[in-house]
């Protein structure tokens, strides 16, 4: 979805109709004239999606700009790639971007990967491995049964650590 559409009318706006619906059955049990409901009502509505709506659209305001920059970043180092050294196989039209956000006294480690290839479908495995300033691996995993359409950049996975990382490495492997 878009980042407006996730803001004003996502799955978590189904709390806020059900807290609607609770006050208007409310309203209609306390036995209120029909003037009352509405007027009491509309202002429920109208206080709970405002309510409910600003935290929602601040959160998803920032995993739509870390989203936005994490593929930023993918075609970043793609492209830096590629300037570096000949296309040789399909295979080396593959990328990957890893990026570590700072969320309290943790790092929220996000793993975006990216087929640059119009008409090869990867289908395999993917090995990712994280290391600090001194060289030494902070973390690795490996990612199984990895589909990347052509052309296409996900998110492949999201984790949190308490240490960050410096650079990172991986290893495509096709089936």
């Known amino acids: 979805?878009?980042?407006?559409?996730?803001?004003?009318?996502?799955?978590?706006?189904?709390?806020?109709?059900?807290?609607?619906?609770?006050?208007?059955?409310?309203?209609?049990?306390?036995g209120y004239d029909k003037r009352t409901i509405l007027r009491s009502g509309g202002g429920a509505v109208l206080l709970l999606y405002i309510v409910s709506t600003i935290p929602i659209a601040a959160i998803t305001h920032g995993a739509h700009k870390i989203d936005e920059s994490m593929r930023s970043e993918l075609?970043?180092?793609?492209?830096?790639?590629?300037?570096?050294?000949?296309?040789?196989?399909?295979?080396?039209r593959l990328a990957v971007a890893a990026g570590a956000f700072s969320d309290d006294d943790s790092y929220d480690i996000r793993v975006y990967a990216g087929n640059y290839s119009s008409a090869y479908t990867f289908r395999g495995s993917l090995t990712f491995t994280t290391y600090d300033a001194q060289g030494q691996v902070v973390h690795e995993k490996s990612y199984d049964n990895v589909i990347i359409a052509p052309d296409e950049k996900k998110k492949l996975d999201n984790y949190y650590t308490s240490n960050t990382f410096v650079t990172y490495r991986y290893t495509f492997t096709a089936r």
């Open 1 to 30: 979805m878009s980042l407006y559409a996730d803001m004003f009318i996502s799955k978590w706006h189904l709390i806020t109709l059900g807290l609607i619906l609770i006050a208007w059955i409310a309203l209609i049990a306390g």
């Open 75 to 92: 075609d970043r180092h793609y492209q830096e790639r590629m300037s570096k050294s000949e296309v040789w196989e399909d295979i080396d």
